[in-house]
T-cell receptor, first 111, second 112 residues
Framework: AQRVTQPEKLLSVFKGAPVELKCNYS??????LFWYVQYSRQRLQLLLR??SRESIKGFTADLNKGETSFHLKKPFAQEEDSAMYYC?????????????FGTGTRLQVFP | GAGVSQSPSNKVTEKGKDVELRCDPI?????LYWYRQSLGQGLEFLIY????????KSGLPSDRFSAERTGGSVSTLTIQRTQQEDSAVYLC??????????FGPGTRLTVL
């Protein structure tokens, strides 16, 4: 069965510190991986998708098929990065299949 | 343009009552999804519509849950005989092939 694992429920860092939010998945095919973010009192929104290979708000994520991981990284955390982060998997690419989410990691960035 | 909208934003009901939650997707989006967000459970998939058909209902937790979509647009999620464990935030999303899913603000359901 497909599964997304985010081992950390809470990650606390100081402003300017590097951040890595871990995400591992299990799926035998070629998935599409996403990071979604939910800021306080806002709706869930897309942060990154692996096929875009973009850097958004200083965040990057590389799909490692060997380790089945899609960790989210930022070299210097900012207070405005404090939010709930969800890693998600979609079976196949470019379709409209459902998203399978991890349980989320709350990132707290202290001043 | 307008994003995904959901109503009501909050719903408090008594155990055993039926509730209906509404989702208005982004105009032109063919796919519509319902998810449930509860403490400790993260985001759970409930049901997916392509047009008015539901090819994947695998996430509906019991037969008390049902959903329909009409005109390839608005969707209603109905929960019959609500239980306290149904308390959660119910999220709707919409998309088209190849693009991301856009989420609504959610309906917070509290069952007393």
């Amino acid at each position: 069965a497909q599964r997304v694992t985010q081992p950390e429920k809470l990650l606390s860092v100081f402003k300017g510190a590097p951040v890595e939010l871990k995400c591992n998945y299990s799926y035998s095919g070629s998935p599409e991986l996403f990071w979604y973010v939910q800021y306080s009192r806002q709706r869930l929104q897309l942060l990154l998708r692996h096929i875009s290979r973009e850097s958004i708000k200083g965040f990057t994520a590389d799909l490692n098929k060997g380790e089945t991981s899609f960790h989210l990284k930022k070299p210097f955390a900012q207070e405005e990065d404090s939010a709930m982060y969800y890693c998600a998997l979609r079976r196949g690419q470019g379709n409209t299949d459902k998203l399978i989410f991890g349980t989320g990691t709350r990132l707290q960035v202290f001043p | 343009g307008a994003g995904v909208s959901q109503s009501p934003s909050n719903k408090v009901t008594e155990k055993g009552k039926d509730v209906e939650l509404r989702c208005d997707p982004i105009s032109g989006h063919t796919a519509l999804y319902w998810y449930r967000q509860s403490l400790g459970q993260g985001l759970e998939f409930l049901i997916y519509f392509q047009g008015n058909s539901a090819p994947d209902k695998s996430g509906l937790p019991s037969d008390r849950f049902s959903a329909e979509r009409t005109g390839g647009s608005v969707s209603t999620l109905t929960i019959q005989r609500t239980q306290q464990e149904d308390s959660a935030v119910y999220l709707c999303a919409s998309s088209n092939p190849g693009i991301e899913q856009f989420f609504g603000p959610g309906t917070r359901l509290t069952v007393l």
